[in-house]
């Protein structure tokens, strides 16, 4: 699997590019994400205040995907990438000089102005062929996991010595690594848009219904497992970011098998995406399933990637704007689930995950039943 797709990557050299560039991203993110909640504490922050402020950066983000939809298809795609990546390489330096919870907001608003990102999604889906678009995406965006795997170690060790601000410093470093990597990339404009009798907008509505509650599900998890760790099996903050490098490790790890099948059978392997994350999520409620559980819950993040792939494929053409939209759904999704998971935090530290075991479980059904619908009918 690894051969192949790095095969693959090698013979679509701008995907090749973008794979390193979203490397880089995550790489910096991963010093500090994991912990991220638990600063917002530091900071005088609690449940609420880590819900609110995730909220502001989802919404801020669907507040800004619609109109870099618009943008993506009718203007050059990679200078839209390189506003984005640029604007958002800034916020590890708002974050340092934050001397309360309040004082992070500018640095969430920076790091959620995602004008640029349909447009990256469609440089994908437009970069590769239909029937490699299950690869595309997976493979693509598993540079993201590739980059958190390592550096949250590496965080671990230099949070003592340097605190969360030295780790914001050098987050800064790589992200302008990755909006570098971004300007080396072609340019690409939009493709003309397909008549009407071309496209297959019928078949986009369950893409947009598993994505929208697959995302609310996973912001709602993800936010919460630091505390969690913290609070319930009594981690420290350096072995809390040690762990957050099983989650990208099995994110990755994932990302090359389930995008590689995706391609024989995409309802499959979403299927068998859900059902490995909502695994992770019920192992985490047991003291001694930490790691495994960290491992499968990474496969959530494919099932976004997946989904990319199912949306590419059903609107054909003008795929700025459809990939505005249905990021702006999924993210509002985003939005509200760490509120919802805050308050059941606060009741019990154990309800983000179960929710997520929860609705993981539920998707798994109708995508297997209606993959086996569809071969029944042809």
Do not use: C
């Not at 690409?188 to 609310?216: C, E, F, K, N, Y």
Request: proline letters at 7%; glycine letters at 14%.
């Amino acid at each position: 699997m690894l051969r192949r797709g790095y095969g693959f990557l090698r013979s679509h050299p701008d995907l090749g590019k973008l794979f390193w560039s979203n490397a880089a991203w995550t790489f910096g993110a991963g010093l500090y994400t994991f912990v991220w909640p638990n600063y917002v504490r530091d900071l005088g922050g609690g449940p609420a205040e880590i819900g609110y402020l995730t909220a502001l950066m989802y919404g801020t983000m669907a507040a800004t995907l619609l109109p870099g939809g618009w943008l993506a298809d009718r203007h050059e795609r990679r200078g839209l990438m390189l506003l984005t990546w640029g604007l958002a390489a800034l916020a590890p330096l708002a974050f340092l000089v934050a001397r309360s919870w309040g004082g992070l907001i500018p640095g969430v608003l920076l790091y959620g102005m995602f004008l640029g990102w349909p447009a990256m999604e469609a440089y994908i889906a437009d970069a590769a062929p239909p029937q490699d678009l299950g690869r595309a995406f997976a493979l693509t965006n598993s540079g993201y996991a590739l980059g958190a795997v390592l550096s949250p170690l590496l965080g671990a060790a230099l949070l003592p010595k340097v605190g969360m601000r030295g780790l914001f410093l050098l987050a800064f470093a790589f992200f302008a690594l990755s909006t570098f990597l971004i300007a080396r990339m072609r340019p690409q404009r939009p493709r003309p848009a397909a008549p009407p009798a071309q496209r297959g907008d019928r078949t986009l509505l369950p893409w947009i219904l598993v994505l929208v509650i697959a995302s609310a599900a996973s912001a709602g998890v993800r936010t919460f497992v630091p505390p969690f760790l913290e609070d319930v099996r009594a981690l420290s903050r350096p072995g809390i970011l040690a762990a957050g490098a099983l989650l990208a490790l099995g994110e990755f790890g994932l990302a090359w098998p389930l995008g590689h099948w995706a391609d024989r059978g995409l309802g499959r392997a979403l299927a068998l995406a859900l059902a490995l994350g909502a695994a992770g999520a019920g192992l985490l409620l047991a003291p001694w399933g930490i790691v495994p559980g960290l491992l499968l819950l990474g496969s959530d993040r494919v099932v976004y990637s997946l989904l990319r792939a199912g949306i590419a494929n059903s609107v054909g053409s003008r795929r700025g704007r459809a990939f505005g939209l249905t990021q702006a759904l999924a993210t509002a999704g985003q939005a509200v689930g760490p509120l919802a998971a805050a308050s059941l935090y606060r009741a019990n530290p154990a309800g983000p995950l179960l929710l997520g075991l929860g609705i993981g479980l539920a998707l798994v059904g109708p995508l297997a039943w209606g993959r086996r619908t569809r071969s029944s009918t042809r």
